[in-house]
């Protein structure tokens, strides 16, 4: 009896505790039409980790991964917007249709590196730039909650030869996904752009249809495009794959502000976790392209200037076709001017 009394007051009393663990009160059902080894993923279960424990159980993360919500980027973003949906994870391409201006992300050569495009999506005002905009395109609906990585930088890749310098693609059909500014992209090089949904692509490769594509290591890996002919891949990282994390609005605002804070935090997190995953991934999907006889050709920097040379054009069709589109090509290059000038300043610190 004494016992069963102590420990009803014991239970009591945490339940009283500050620290106590909460009812479930929120539920957040997040989506990505992606599978289990992708970095969306990754991301995902660090989020759903951190915001479960951080709000004490207040807070459920309910994941589907797949289609099993929505099938395609338009599809569950209309989700997000008529609340269906709470949480996805869209690329630039797949938000084109709604927020052109998005696919910045797809203009060439503008960030050099992991650490200057990590540093501009966490240092500095551009998302929220983006953010901005999102709200107000979708009548206050789509609210942008980080901008992380899915499988790290696009790179030229193809079945026919080794592509050294923009010379190269001249005629070469080259896959892109719908969205105007990548097909741009190529035929500004002289390519033929192609536009192929993702899952045709291995059998377009395999068939001639596309000659090549433009995608990161993992992805090229994780699909088997060696296996359709794909042998030679230039790493001339012409874009940053940004991995763009939408949230329904009015589910964000109608929690109180200390679990708007543990869900903002939740997308630090797992923001940090996609900048990390494909960097893990892609060194044994490199192995694995070697070992499946593919070549990897690393541009000099005179090669590499050649390129983002002859994509200027791209630059000014971007800020003159896109809505919002000149604003946003200026918050990206002001950002990442103040990125590199703390970078390298910090460089210089470091050797010395």
Same mark, same amino acid.
């Given at each position: ?34 599978? $289990? ?8 279960? #660090?989020?759903?980790?951190? &915001? ?9 993360? $309910? ?38 201006? &998005?696919? #910045? ?11 200057? *495009? ?12 983006? @953010? ?20 790290? %930088? @696009? ?11 923009? *010379? ?8 892109? #996904? ?19 949904? %993702? ?5 377009? +490769? ?23 002919? +794909? ?13 763009? %994390? ?14 708007? @804070? ?47 040379? *002859? ?5 000014? %069709? ?16 002001? *950002? ?17």
């Amino acid at each position: 009896m004494l016992k069963r009394t102590l420990t009803a007051l014991t239970a009591a009393a945490l339940l009283a505790a500050p620290g106590a663990a909460l009812a479930q009160e929120y539920t957040i059902r997040a989506t990505a039409n992606s599978n $289990e080894s992708d970095e969306d993923y990754d991301g995902l279960v #660090v989020f759903k980790n951190y &915001v479960e424990q951080a709000s004490n159980g207040a807070i459920e993360v $309910e994941l589907f991964i797949g289609t099993q919500l929505c099938s395609n980027g338009a599809e569950c973003l209309q989700g997000i917007a008529d609340g269906s949906i709470d949480v996805f994870v869209t690329t630039s391409g797949g938000a084109a249709g709604i927020f052109p201006y &998005v696919q #910045v992300f797809d203009l060439p050569y503008l960030m050099r590196s992991d650490r200057v *495009a990590e540093a501009v999506l966490t240092d500095t005002d551009f998302t929220r730039t983006l @953010r901005d905009l999102a709200l107000e395109a979708s009548g206050d609906t789509i609210r942008i909650m980080t901008i992380g990585n899915t499988g790290g %930088w @696009r790179n030229f890749a193809n079945t026919q030869k080794r592509i050294a310098g923009p *010379a190269d693609l001249e005629g070469m059909k080259m896959r892109t #996904v719908v969205a105007d500014l990548p097909q741009e992209l190529v035929k500004t090089l002289g390519g033929s752009p192609t536009p192929i949904p %993702w899952p045709e692509l291995f059998t377009s +490769l395999q068939t001639g249809v596309v000659d090549g594509t433009k995608n990161g290591i993992t992805d090229i890996m994780n699909m088997k495009f060696p296996d359709a002919g +794909l042998k030679y891949l230039t790493l001339d990282g012409h874009a940053y794959m940004a991995a763009i %994390w939408v949230m329904n609005n009015e589910k964000f605002m109608s929690m109180p502000e200390d679990m708007r @804070r543990v869900v903002v935090n939740g997308f630090k997190e797992l923001q940090q976790a996609t900048f990390a995953s494909p960097k893990r991934k892609s060194i044994a999907a490199y192995e694995e392209f070697a070992a499946a006889g593919g070549e990897v050709y690393v541009p000099t920097p005179e090669e590499r200037q050649a390129f983002q040379d *002859a994509a200027a054009p791209v630059y000014d %069709w971007f800020a003159s076709n896109v809505d919002n589109g000149e604003e946003v090509l200026q918050a990206l290059r002001d *950002a990442v001017a103040q990125v590199e000038e703390t970078i390298d300043a910090d460089i210089a610190a470091d050797i010395q």
